[in-house]
């Protein structure tokens, strides 16, 4: 799981309990300890005497994150991160993997109508199995992006609001 030169990163990690009391953990991983070397998302599963289970490390190229994530109502682990699309440009990502680390699917959310860098940073389930994301989009005035994901990964839908004083602002079809 480990070898020279490797790291995780220490930011934005998240840990859960899961069914047969399992540790997971998300996390951002680099193989270089150079702070600007490509990143990718990266799940490690232990038991509760600290043995490893296993890992899986996934991402493109480029410098991909995982911010967060959670245990779902069926025991799967789903990630909220960033995907690199370009210099200072990301966009929301979303992850699901089974109980053994197997990708269930993929969400990359495509936003044309800014430069700014885009990230889910929160995620939750509802009572139907659906899940909602939260995280930032660019800078001042102040941006949340917000989407509604099925449990098959299908996007029900994603809004930008915009907070400036002590207004928020509903903007649909971004």
Not at 26 to 47: F, R, V
Not at 54 to 69: A, L
Request: net charge negative; glycine share 8%; with cysteine.
């Amino acid at each position: 799981m480990s070898h020279p030169g490797t790291r995780v990163i220490p930011t934005k990690n998240a840990m859960h309990i899961g069914i047969n009391n399992d540790i997971w953990v998300s996390c951002t991983y680099s193989d270089s300890l150079i702070t600007n070397n490509p990143s990718d998302g990266m799940l490690i599963k232990i038991n509760a005497n600290g043995d490893s289970l296993t890992s899986v490390r996934f991402g493109g190229p480029f410098s991909d994150r995982i911010y967060n994530s959670m245990i779902d109502n069926d025991g799967n682990i789903v990630c909220a991160g960033a995907k690199y699309i370009a210099i200072n440009k990301d966009n929301p990502w979303a992850l699901k993997f089974d109980q053994n680390g197997n990708l269930l699917w993929e969400n990359q959310m495509s936003i044309t109508s800014s430069s700014f860098t885009r990230y889910f940073e929160a995620v939750t389930q509802n009572n139907d199995g659906d899940y909602f994301f939260l995280g930032n989009y660019g800078v001042a005035p102040k941006r949340f992006f917000h989407a509604k994901i099925q449990n098959d990964g299908t996007t029900i839908w994603k809004t930008i609001t915009t907070y400036s004083g002590m207004f928020f602002y509903e903007s649909n079809g971004v």
